[in-house]
C-alpha cells in the first residue's frame, strides 16, 4: 500500500514518519517540500491524507478531484470540515475517512475518532489498523460524534497542559525549581492516569479516595467545589464541541 500525503505541517509530518517506520512508502506535497504537486501525490498513492488547513480543502479537493478513482481512500485530518463538504468536490464513489486525531498521536500516544463513508468491512479493519499506528483509533457510529471527540480529546490536551502548568507553578512558589518542578507535575499526572487505567471504580470514586475527612485535599476540593472548577471545565468543552459543529456548517 502507497501513502500519500497533501499538507505535511507538524501533525502529517509525524504521522508520514510513524507510517515510514512501519514500513509504508510514503510521498508528500506541500510548499515547503521538494515535491509541491498534489495530482502527483494522488497518482502515486491509494491512500491520500489531507493534512491541509480547513479553509485550504476545497481548493486542494478541485485540484486532486479530476485524478482521484474509486481505488483510492481519502482520509482527513482537517478539523470540522464534514465528509459531505468532500462528496460535493470529489468523485460519487469516492471512499472517504474523516479523522480527529490529537497532539500525542504525533508520538503515537494519540487519541483518534474516525468514521467512514463507502468503505468495505475489509476496509474498514485496514483503517483502523492504520490508524492504530499512531495511538488508540476509535471508530465512532455517526460523524456528529467527531465533534465531540474534538472536544473531549484534540481540545483537551490544552486542558491537561494548563493544569500541568498550575501544578508546576504551585511547586515552584513553594521552593521548588522549575527543573524538579516540572518533573513532579509530569510524573503526578502520568502515575495518576496509569494507576486510574488499572482500577475499575469510576473517576468520581477513585477522586474522593483521596480526599479524606479533614485532609489537604479535601481542603483542596473546598475551594474548587466553591468555583464550581468542574461544571467550568464541563461547558468549556461544550463550547468546544459546539465551535467545532459551527466548523462544519461554514
Not at 183 to 196: H, N, P
Not at 197 to 226: N, P, R, S, Y
Not at 233 to 249: D, I, N, P
Given at each position: 500500500?502507497?501513502?500519500?500525503?497533501?499538507?505535511?505541517?507538524?501533525?502529517?509530518?509525524?504521522?508520514?514518519?510513524a507510517?515510514?517506520?512501519?514500513?509504508?512508502?510514503?510521498?508528500?506535497?506541500?510548499?515547503?517540500?521538494?515535491?509541491?504537486?498534489?495530482?502527483?501525490?494522488?497518482?502515486?498513492?491509494?491512500?491520500?491524507?489531507?493534512?491541509?488547513?480547513?479553509?485550504?480543502?476545497?481548493?486542494v479537493?478541485?485540484?486532486?478531484?479530476?485524478?482521484?478513482?474509486?481505488?483510492?481512500?481519502?482520509?482527513?485530518?482537517?478539523?470540522?470540515?464534514?465528509?459531505?463538504?468532500?462528496?460535493?468536490?470529489?468523485?460519487?464513489?469516492?471512499?472517504?475517512?474523516?479523522?480527529?486525531?490529537?497532539?500525542?498521536?504525533?508520538?503515537?500516544?494519540?487519541?483518534?475518532?474516525?468514521?467512514?463513508?463507502?468503505?468495505?468491512?475489509?476496509?474498514?479493519?485496514?483503517?483502523?489498523?492504520?490508524?492504530?499506528?499512531?495511538?488508540?483509533a476509535?471508530?465512532?457510529?455517526?460523524?456528529?460524534?467527531?465533534?465531540?471527540?474534538?472536544?473531549?480529546?484534540?481540545?483537551?490536551?490544552?486542558?491537561?497542559?494548563?493544569?500541568?502548568?498550575?501544578?508546576?507553578?504551585?511547586?515552584?512558589?513553594?521552593?521548588?525549581?522549575?527543573?524538579?518542578?516540572?518533573?513532579?507535575?509530569l510524573?503526578?499526572?502520568?502515575?495518576?492516569?496509569?494507576?486510574?487505567?488499572?482500577?475499575?471504580?469510576?473517576?468520581?470514586?477513585?477522586?474522593?479516595?483521596?480526599?479524606?475527612?479533614?485532609?489537604?485535599?479535601?481542603?483542596?476540593?473546598?475551594?474548587?467545589?466553591?468555583k464550581?472548577?468542574?461544571?467550568?471545565?464541563?461547558?468549556?468543552?461544550?463550547?468546544?464541541?459546539?465551535?467545532?459543529?459551527?466548523?462544519?456548517?461554514?
Amino acid at each position: 500500500m502507497k501513502i500519500g500525503f497533501i499538507g505535511y505541517g507538524h501533525m502529517g509530518r509525524a504521522m508520514g514518519n510513524a507510517l515510514k517506520k512501519a514500513g509504508y512508502a510514503v510521498t508528500a506535497s506541500a510548499p515547503s517540500l521538494a515535491l509541491n504537486d498534489n495530482a502527483a501525490v494522488v497518482k502515486k498513492s491509494d491512500v491520500i491524507f489531507i493534512a491541509v488547513r480547513p479553509p485550504l480543502v476545497p481548493d486542494v479537493l478541485r485540484e486532486i478531484a479530476p485524478h482521484v478513482t474509486d481505488k483510492h481512500t481519502i482520509i482527513s485530518i482537517a478539523a470540522g470540515v464534514p465528509m459531505k463538504k468532500f462528496q460535493k468536490f470529489l468523485p460519487r464513489r469516492t471512499k472517504i475517512v474523516r479523522v480527529m486525531p490529537n497532539l500525542p498521536a504525533q508520538i503515537g500516544e494519540g487519541l483518534l475518532g474516525w468514521i467512514s463513508h463507502g468503505l468495505s468491512a475489509v476496509e474498514k479493519k485496514m483503517t483502523q489498523r492504520l490508524l492504530s499506528l499512531f495511538g488508540t483509533a476509535i471508530q465512532v457510529k455517526k460523524e456528529d460524534m467527531i465533534n465531540a471527540v474534538t472536544a473531549v480529546s484534540s481540545s483537551a490536551t490544552a486542558y491537561v497542559f494548563a493544569v500541568l502548568e498550575s501544578l508546576e507553578r504551585a511547586a515552584v512558589s513553594h521552593g521548588f525549581g522549575k527543573k524538579e518542578a516540572r518533573t513532579l507535575a509530569l510524573q503526578t499526572l502520568i502515575g495518576s492516569s496509569k494507576y486510574a487505567a488499572l482500577q475499575k471504580e469510576d473517576f468520581g470514586v477513585l477522586k474522593g479516595m483521596v480526599q479524606t475527612k479533614g485532609g489537604t485535599t479535601e481542603a483542596a476540593f473546598k475551594i474548587l467545589k466553591k468555583k464550581k472548577w468542574q461544571w467550568i471545565l464541563e461547558k468549556a468543552m461544550t463550547a468546544a464541541y459546539e465551535k467545532a459543529l459551527e466548523m462544519g456548517h461554514r
